[in-house]
Structure formats: structure tokens, C-alpha cells
């Protein structure tokens, strides 16, 4: 009897929608990605490339495009939905009535909703009105641009639902894409939002010319605001030493293919915000999570002062001179405070 392949369905196609697109293709799967533009389906289709986010890469013939958000989802196995975190209840409110009952839901976003503070998952079970048993994550130091050019990475992949987990694992995993299994949606969730806000802080730090130390120092102390904050929420503190702590937050603080830390640099540089918005091009999440995990810090009563002082200069318009001083002169403490 032959097997049936996997159907796997991307609402999405900007650069990480895509990349994913192509893993999940690569690893076997029949791939459909939804987009709004007719054009980029069309270039897809019959280009075999998204000439917005990867021209002259050219995509597998397994994937294809759709602006019709019933075509895509029909009969898929795994949903994976990788729109910027801000826009998903509104976007999934209208697709939630198409999927299929049994279909996994999967999420590639790495924010935390303004107003209800609310983690990308619990969204997804909230809207879509799923258990949690059949929510997933897939986080980790994978900047989509190295993934599509088939260069070594590893990922986690998140349920709680071990065996969802490792269903999910099977259908993504590829020669240069590496995914390991987790149970802790909390923890590997939180370390894909905050790394974005750390890696605007270690952007302006490197705009600013501060130097290595001040790079390290503040990846160091960006992941201790992490852990303080994953605990007093339930995650396992061994979850941000793993790839979707330790190792997002160090792709994301020293690439120049992030695009959180090329926004902090620029603003670091003594661009104005919208200046900074004006020259990028695709969606830095941190600049409107920073709010939103400041928001679930306060929420938790965790001290997170790096979060607070990105807060203060994207959203307040401190300078960022200022702000340095104010955060280099807080109250001597113990490191494991």
C-alpha cells in the first residue's frame, strides 16, 4: 500500500514562511503556502522562487501557492502559521473554520500579543479553539536566509504533546535542518520573544559603538531576565540554555541577517524610529513585543530592566546615551538576582 505523503499547509510567505515551506518540502511533504499578493503565488508557482524575500533561490516543485485560504488549508496535516505576531488573531479568527479538525497547528512566531500579553500558542487555543495538545512551536537560531541557502541548523519543536512533538520533528527534519523535540511550549516560547527584544538592545549597543564587552554583557543579562521571567511563569530554567534560549538569543545578537539587531543598530546610530521603520523592509518583532513582554513582566513581577530601557528608547524617544547611564548606574547586586 502506498503511503500517503503529508500535507503541510503555510500561511505566510514572507522569509520564514517560506524557508519553512521549503524544509518541510525538502524533508517530503506536499506544501502549500498561502499569501495575500497574486503575484508572489504566481511567482512561486511558476518561478519556482519568492522574488520579495529570496530571488534566484529556487523553491522545491513539492511547494506550491495559493491566495485561496481554503485551498490551503484542505486536507492538511500540519498548519503553520507565520504571520507577524500582532496580526494573528485577526488573520486566524478568518481562516480558523477552514482547517481540518484533526489538523496540527503550528506556530513560527516569536511575540507576545499587545494588550492580553498573551504567548502566540495561547492565542492559537483561544481563536482557533484547540487543545493545547495539538498546538506546536517551532523556535531556535534559524535566520531563514542561511535555511534556504540548505546551510546547517537545528531547531526545537514544541508541544505539549511529546508525541505531536515528534510527529512534527519527523516531517521537518532534512540534512542541513536539525529539529529536537520539547515539551515546554512556555519556556521555548518565551525565549524566541524576549531574544528579539535583547537583540534591539545588543543592536543600539553595537550602533553606539560600545563595544564587545557591552555585547556580551548584555546577551548575558538579557538571558537572566529570560530565565527569571520563564520561571515564575513554569518553564524549565534548562530550556534557555538549549537552543531556543542560548541559541536564538546569540544568532539573533550577532547576525547582521537579524533584523531586530539591525534595527537596534540603526537606532543606536541616532535614527529616529520611523526613520529606522522607513528603512525596514520586513517585520522586526521586537519592536512592538518589547511592550508586550514588558507588560507580561509586570504582570509576573519579574524585574527586567534591559526589556524596560528598549522600551524607554523605541517607544518614549529616550536617547540612547541616556538611557545607558540610567542602566549602568542601578543598584549593585548579587549575579543571581
Not at 506556530?107 to 494588550?115: A, C, F, R, T
Amino acid at each position: 500500500m502506498t503511503r500517503q505523503p503529508v500535507r503541510a499547509a503555510v500561511f505566510g510567505t514572507g522569509s520564514w514562511g517560506t524557508a519553512f515551506g521549503m524544509v518541510l518540502a525538502d524533508a517530503g511533504c506536499e506544501v502549500t503556502l498561502w499569501g495575500r499578493r497574486t503575484e508572489v503565488a504566481d511567482a512561486i508557482n511558476n518561478g519556482r522562487t519568492n522574488p520579495d524575500y529570496f530571488p534566484g533561490v529556487e523553491l522545491p516543485p513539492s511547494l506550491r501557492a495559493t491566495t485561496d485560504p481554503a485551498e490551503a488549508a484542505e486536507a492538511a496535516d500540519f498548519t503553520v502559521l507565520a504571520v507577524p505576531s500582532q496580526t494573528l488573531r485577526a488573520n486566524l479568527a478568518a481562516w480558523a473554520p477552514l482547517l481540518p479538525a484533526d489538523t496540527v497547528l503550528v506556530s513560527l512566531m516569536k511575540g507576545v500579543e499587545l494588550g492580553t500579553a498573551k504567548r502566540m500558542s495561547e492565542v492559537i487555543e483561544e481563536v482557533a479553539k484547540a487543545p493545547a495538545e495539538r498546538v506546536a512551536v517551532v523556535t531556535g537560531p534559524n535566520l531563514a536566509k542561511e535555511i534556504v541557502a540548505r546551510m546547517p541548523a537545528a531547531a526545537v519543536v514544541a508541544c505539549r504533546d511529546e508525541s505531536v512533538a515528534t510527529r512534527l520533528q519527523s516531517v521537518c527534519h532534512t540534512p542541513y535542518f536539525r529539529p529536537y523535540t520539547n515539551t515546554d511550549v512556555v519556556g521555548c516560547e518565551l525565549g524566541g520573544a524576549v531574544k528579539n527584544v535583547i537583540g534591539l538592545a545588543v543592536g543600539i549597543a553595537d550602533g553606539m559603538g560600545l563595544g564587545d564587552n557591552a555585547k556580551g554583557s548584555l546577551i548575558t543579562r538579557g538571558l537572566a531576565e529570560t530565565t527569571r521571567l520563564g520561571l515564575a511563569m513554569g518553564a524549565d530554567p534548562l530550556t534557555f540554555a538549549g537552543l531556543a534560549g542560548l541559541g536564538d538569543l546569540v544568532a539573533t545578537c550577532s547576525s547582521p541577517l537579524s533584523r531586530n539587531h539591525t534595527f537596534g543598530t540603526n537606532l543606536g546610530r541616532g535614527m529616529t524610529l520611523q526613520e529606522t521603520i522607513a528603512v525596514t523592509k520586513q517585520t522586526a518583532e521586537g519592536v512592538k513585543s518589547c511592550e508586550s513582554v514588558a507588560d507580561l513582566a509586570r504582570r509576573h513581577g519579574v524585574d527586567m530592566p534591559i526589556t524596560d530601557t528598549v522600551v524607554d528608547i523605541v517607544h518614549h524617544g529616550k536617547p540612547p546615551i541616556v538611557a545607558l547611564k540610567e542602566l549602568m548606574s542601578r543598584s549593585a547586586k548579587p549575579e543571581r538576582r
